[in-house]
């Protein structure tokens, strides 16, 4: 009642109204004809050409504002009708600002332009009574005049750290109740609302089809839905892209990705180091394709997911090869990509599943590949998938057991195997250890060269500070010299000038004694003339 009471003894006609239907409610605006005529025209017409039709309330500011009119949702669109008539040039249009209409009332509707006199189509309904700040910025052509309690409930809405609310809030149609502009020659009006394209602002919010989520979950839990929303969006993207053969695959958890490695480890040393906490399935150190060299970092594949989780907790930050690693868990999915290119998973597997006795055993035979077949990760360099294993290279098979003799001998054999490679790892990390040792001591040694050519160089320094400090002394020596032959002068010049200024008051004295005795003389000769 204040805010209406208020709006009714604005200057000017309060003239056409318009309805607005929003997904959260409806309201109506009372458009300021008389003194907004350009901006109640442009309002009015985009009205008629559905033109707010799907439009988001993109940005929100509570207890202050809310705002609307950009089809990208983004703030920085939207155009004037007059585009449609003149062309480019007409995209914006200038304010018309009066300064008897502030924003003094609960409900203001104004232009939001995104820079001086370039309005478009956006425009903002404060949502207090006072907004001083705002008057003579932008253009004021109307007031809410029903349905106040809808635009403050969009004003309640919760918002991000941006002013962008987490549910999509629309309008979903505008009524003009009547239109005074005539029809320009040339605007043609659409039968129909027009089904706008859904943007980048709507496909990671919550829909407004979806019940109000105000009452049931809180902000973090709202944060954390916009985030999958999101994350669920790049996904679907790079699916589109083909640059991820699904959008709800995810990494394997049975892989642990090591980094900082020494280039001088190789595959079987980690194996042997990783497989005390489980059964290793895969265990490859990513090299150059050219030249062969390690590129520091490994994926070391486990049987299981506890296994993998124990080695994550006990390997990170180990020391190995004198280096300290960082294990983590694999994000990498080129593994599944690769099988995707085979047709192994996704929809290309229906077609391209291999049948019984059509290279099944060969797929399965590059699947129990070690790092010589280099089937598992193709986080570098892609090798040619029709391309068999290599010569020379390492193959898992499965072994055959005759007898129990014979499999007790391959586990001694086995046994003596890691052994001997456990010595030949710790005698590579004694010699390591050495060779480190005296470049250390080089270093050392360097270093304290280094700190005695400091020095020599600091006590030259000093001493060219020392010299300094004694031409600065002898300076001043001289300057107080200076000062005391100064002050002699001003003292024999002041007694000069005394002593002139005596001289002189001893002449000026005589000259009038003179001239007195004179007058004495005169004055007794003229007596005795008289007598």
């Known amino acids: 009642a204040e805010y209406m009471g208020r709006s009714n003894k604005l200057q000017g006609g309060i003239g056409m109204s318009v309805l607005v239907q929003t997904s959260w409610g409806n309201f109506t605006i009372d458009l300021l004809v008389d003194e907004a005529p350009k901006t109640c025209e442009n309002f009015l017409k985009l009205c008629k050409a559905k033109y707010y039709n799907h439009c988001c309330f993109h940005y929100i500011q509570n207890g202050l504002l809310i705002q609307t009119g950009d089809p990208t949702a983004t703030g920085h669109g939207g155009e004037s009708i007059f585009r449609r008539l003149y062309g480019e040039q007409a995209r914006f249009f200038p304010n018309e600002i009066k300064d008897h209409i502030k924003h003094d009332v609960i409900g203001t509707v104004a232009m939001a332009g995104q820079s001086k006199d370039a309005n478009g189509s956006q425009f903002y309904i404060t949502a207090r009574p006072t907004v001083d700040y705002l008057d003579g910025e932008h253009t004021i052509f109307g007031r809410v005049t029903e349905g106040m309690e809808a635009v403050l409930k969009i004003n309640a809405a919760f918002t991000d750290e941006l002013g962008r609310p987490y549910q999509i809030i629309k309008i979903k149609h505008t009524d003009v109740l009547d239109d005074p502009f005539p029809e320009p020659t040339g605007l043609e009006y659409p039968d129909s609302p027009i089904s706008a394209p859904v943007t980048e602002f709507e496909r990671v919010r919550i829909s407004e089809e979806e019940e109000s989520m105000d009452s049931k979950l809180t902000i973090e839990e709202m944060e954390k839905l916009i985030r999958q929303k999101e994350a669920k969006s790049r996904a ?291 007596s005795d003339r008289r007598s």
């Open 236 to 526: 679907t993207m790079l699916e589109i892209i083909e640059d991820i053969p699904d959008a709800d695959m995810a990494p394997p958890d049975n892989v642990l990705f090591v980094c900082k490695l020494n280039p001088v480890t190789e595959d079987s040393d980690l194996e042997i180091i990783f497989s005390r906490f489980g059964t290793v399935l895969s265990c490859e150190i990513i090299r150059d394709r050219r030249s062969g060299e390690s590129l520091c970092y490994a994926f070391v594949e486990f049987e299981s997911k506890d296994e993998c989780e124990l080695a994550y907790f006990k390997m990170d930050n180990a020391m190995i090869d004198d280096r300290r690693i960082h294990v983590d868990f694999s994000q990498s999915q080129s593994k599944l990509w690769n099988k995707y290119r085979r047709g192994q998973v996704g929809s290309v597997a229906k077609s391209k599943r291999p049948q019984p006795g059509e290279g099944a055993d060969r797929l399965v035979l590059r699947e129990q590949t070690a790092y010589g077949g280099r089937n598992n990760y193709g986080m570098v360099f892609d090798m040619d998938e029709q391309s068999e294993p290599s010569k020379g290279k390492r193959v898992k098979s499965e072994p055959v057991q005759s007898n129990s003799s014979a499999s007790r001998d391959d586990k001694a054999k086995d046994q003596r195997d890691r052994s001997d490679k456990a010595r030949e790892i710790s005698n590579r990390d004694h010699s390591g250890r050495d060779k480190d040792t005296s470049e250390r001591e080089r270093d050392r040694s360097g270093r304290e060269r280094d700190n005695s050519g400091r020095e020599r160089d600091r006590s030259g320094r000093d001493s060219e500070r020392s010299g300094r400090e004694s031409e600065r002394s002898g300076r001043d020596r001289d300057y107080s010299a200076r000062d005391r032959d100064r002050s002699g002068s001003e003292r024999d010049r002041s007694d000069r000038d005394r002593s002139d200024r005596s001289r002189s008051e001893r002449e000026r004295s005589e000259k009038v004694r003179s001239e007195r005795d004179r007058s004495e003389r005169s004055e007794k000769r003229s």
